[in-house]
């Protein structure tokens, strides 16, 4: 089964403060990218056929190679991101590659790597964003491609507020999830899904979200916990006036999971 779960939850909040309180018993931590004081977190590390694996947080200097992975798997592999060819329009590229490295710069973002024969190469990341309901990420949507599938995942999002079907008023919300075509079948997408929980524990969130746009991380994503709360057609989103086949059945699913 191939990993790569995606997508990006439509939803663009505004930057937290490093520490914020949303009550009495939840405090939620999010690290800007100046943060001197930042140290990444490794939440697992196991060895197979010689190699060893790890997952943790993702560190700064490794940010640009992050967004080339995206970019070069999952802008060619994702649903809604091949299905416009978002690839081929550099204004999309680029625009994309900008949402990404804001989501980045929070630090709050899972990166799997694999080392063997002392070499360590970053395989795998998960954008992760710690979001408040009703915020906003103060970063523009640019690249008529990457604008069509923005509105296509926030068409499925508008079905169902994730926050008020959890009854939460903060979530991890997640914009791409990838793993390197030459490591898929490993387990290292179901591996970094599961990383969210240690990744929510240290941040004291209680829940995640994501937009799984394929059948593939649909099921993985089930396996791995998460519930389906909405859901939306490619062709249904083509009748809404987005730019996508009209008659493509596939189906893009919002769904959720608690850790609590």
Excluded at 86 to 103: A, Q, T
Aim: charged share 30%; net charge negative; with cysteine.
């Amino acid at each position: 089964m191939p990993d790569f779960p995606d997508c990006y939850p439509f939803m663009h909040r505004q930057k937290l403060p490093r520490i914020a309180t949303t009550n009495s018993d939840t405090q939620i931590m999010v690290f800007n990218k100046e943060e001197s004081t930042w140290v990444p977190e490794e939440y697992e590390r196991w060895e197979n056929d010689g190699v060893k694996w790890v997952i943790q947080d993702l560190p700064p200097e490794d940010e640009e190679k992050a967004i080339q992975l995206l970019v070069d798997h999952l802008g060619l592999d994702e649903v809604l991101c091949s299905s416009c060819g978002l690839n081929s329009d550099p204004e999309s590229v680029e625009g994309i590659s900008k949402f990404w490295r804001h989501c980045l710069s929070r630090r709050t973002s899972l990166a799997c790597y694999a080392e063997k024969d002392g070499a360590r190469t970053l395989v795998g990341a998960n954008v992760c964003v710690v979001l408040r309901k009703g915020e906003h990420l103060s970063v523009e949507i640019e690249g008529k491609e990457w604008q069509n599938v923005y509105h296509g995942l926030e068409f499925v999002e508008t079905k169902r507020d994730p926050f008020e079907y959890l009854g939460l008023d903060v979530l991890l919300c997640a914009y791409g999830l990838v793993v390197k075509r030459e490591y898929r079948g490993a387990r290292l997408g179901a591996r970094l899904l599961n990383a969210r929980q240690p990744l929510s524990k240290r941040l004291g969130v209680k829940a995640t979200t994501t937009v799984f746009t394929g059948i593939s991380s649909q099921k993985l994503a089930a396996k791995c916990g998460f519930t389906t709360i909405a859901e939306a057609s490619l062709s249904e989103m083509a009748a809404s006036g987005l730019d996508y086949p009209k008659d493509d059945q596939r189906v893009i699913k919002l769904m959720v999971k608690r850790f609590d």
